[in-house]
């Protein structure tokens, strides 16, 4: 080989490395400007390949061991630029696996099958190609040097290694060098660790529970129902941002005297989310077992452990639990290990207009259809739900709009709306329409469980309105995790929460206190109980 295409190979070696170790984490990193960046861990291997003796076993196995490591550091890049970009938070292997799984499901029912097959098939040639192309560069640079140059060689290797994760660690680093590529390997395996221990001491609180066993509780009720009713992506953004405040302030403050002149009050506050972008069912669950569930693996601990949730205690308490999940679309056994009694998932609504592309049905059919299908009233006996209101969910398109309730019917109704418009690809190609579509979505759901609070005002049940999550961080334009929480019911009722320092009506203002989810159900118990109860602290 001559020695200008021996160099030309060595050139393209070190570059097809580089690229793999200057590949950010992050979507705002992925921009021209990052392949200028030095990383300090090129040096390093290539100095190390070159110090390694030519035909040697043991040669190969080093780099099938960097192959793999790099191989395996950039899947877990990737895998952070889709959580951020979806969950505003990097990927964590000890609790996000599931999300494979839940991605793929997605996929089939946005894109279809076809295409979701086609995509893991290219990514499944991507990861050859990749795999190639790192075995051939590795190859090109073992035995580089040889002879007595070869031992300095390793020493000076193996001394840049030492300062690349040192200083990196240390933020000494001058720029333009960086050693992310390490530095996110260590940060990831702490976390890991982390995490580890975090759910050996959830598992640990999750056994200990104040309310189980206690008598008394949600006597204040005096037989009336209890609505708890999540709006999916619904958060402080439709407050402080300029794009949302103006529309949806406006349905809440129009509500308002329509809710009082019907004899309602209502409360409203802040809580705190465990999570943003996505995964509501971690919100759901916080919120019932009065623990922050914030991944998945703590939600599977929950599960498995004594822990009572809301539900749980109010059927011990003598209330009827059900739960309305419209996202539910495959076998839910979670359910029923979460308190539920009765659970109507999206096949059970009966639901026969056309689907609102991920969204299975507008959230007026939803609600209903919860009228028609649970039972009400003195002889069927006091009612505690959950319904989960979907219309807010990504990809927000299309949006429908009010209609008589009288119209509502099997739901067919709607296919005006979901047959309308441009579909979501095309949609979410400009992220200023994603953002509108939002608010249009938002504002739909508002004007639902508005209208709906209103419709029942003859014999209103107490409801807890309130979002699971902020979007995800370039719909919610900031990085707030607080979502508004809204009480609506009888003032009787409604004035047992006064000590709470809620503000009166549909928007909270900026001195109302901001809780963690996870307090929400002791507070909400205790204030709902005449007996003395005990309450952990």
Known sequence: ????????????????????????????????????????????????????????????????VLVAALVAMLALKLADIGTFIAFARPF???????MIEAGTRLGISTIGLPLVILAALGGALALAALIMALWWASGQWVGVARGRIARPLTAVAAALGVLAVGAQVSNTLPLPW?????????????????????????????????????????????????????????????????LYAPTH?????????????????????????????????????????????????????????????????????????????PGITLGWPEGPMQGFQTILAAKDLGYQGQPFNFVTMPDQYTLSAFDRLVARGPQAGPLFAQIVLLSSHAPWVPVPEMIDWDQVGDGRVFDHWALSGDPPKVVWRDHDRVRDQYRQAIDYSLQAILSYAERHADKPPLMVILGDHQPAPFVAQNDSRDVPVHLIGPPDLIADFDAWGWTPGLVPNEATPVWPMRDFRDRFI????????????
């Open 1 to 64: 080989m001559s020695v200008a295409r021996r160099t030309a190979c060595l050139i393209a070696a070190a570059v097809i490395l580089d690229l793999v170790l200057v590949m950010p984490n992050q979507a705002k990193g992925l921009v021209a400007g990052a392949v200028l960046r030095l990383p300090l861990e090129l040096p390093v291997i290539l100095l190390g390949l070159a110090a390694l003796p030519r035909g040697l076993a043991l040669g190969k196995v080093i780099r099938a």
């Open 92 to 98: 964590n292997p000890a609790v996000d696996l599931f």
């Open 178 to 242: 960086h050693a992310t590529t390490s530095y996110l390997a260590q940060a990831h395996w702490r976390s890991y660790i982390q995490t580890r221990a975090d759910l050996k001491r959830f598992r640990a609180a999750a056994t200990s529970d104040s309310f189980s066993g206690s008598a008394g509780l949600f006597d204040r009720l005096a037989g009336r129902d209890v609505l708890i009713v999540f709006i999916e992506s619904y958060g402080r953004s439709s407050f402080d941002a300029p």
């Open 249 to 325: 302030v406006a349905t809440l403050e129009n509500a308002e005297p329509q809710l009082v002149a019907a004899g309602l009050a209502m409360r409203s506050g802040w809580l705190t989310s465990p999570t943003a972008g996505g995964q509501s069912w971690l919100a759901h669950s916080t919120l019932e077992s009065g623990l922050t569930i914030s991944d998945q693996t703590r939600y599977r601990a929950l599960l498995a452990s004594p822990r009572r949730t809301l539900f749980h205690l109010a059927a011990a308490a003598g209330l009827r639990t059900a739960a309305v999940m």
């Open 526 to 537: 205790k204030a709902l109980s005449r007996l003395p109860i005990r309450v952990a602290q």
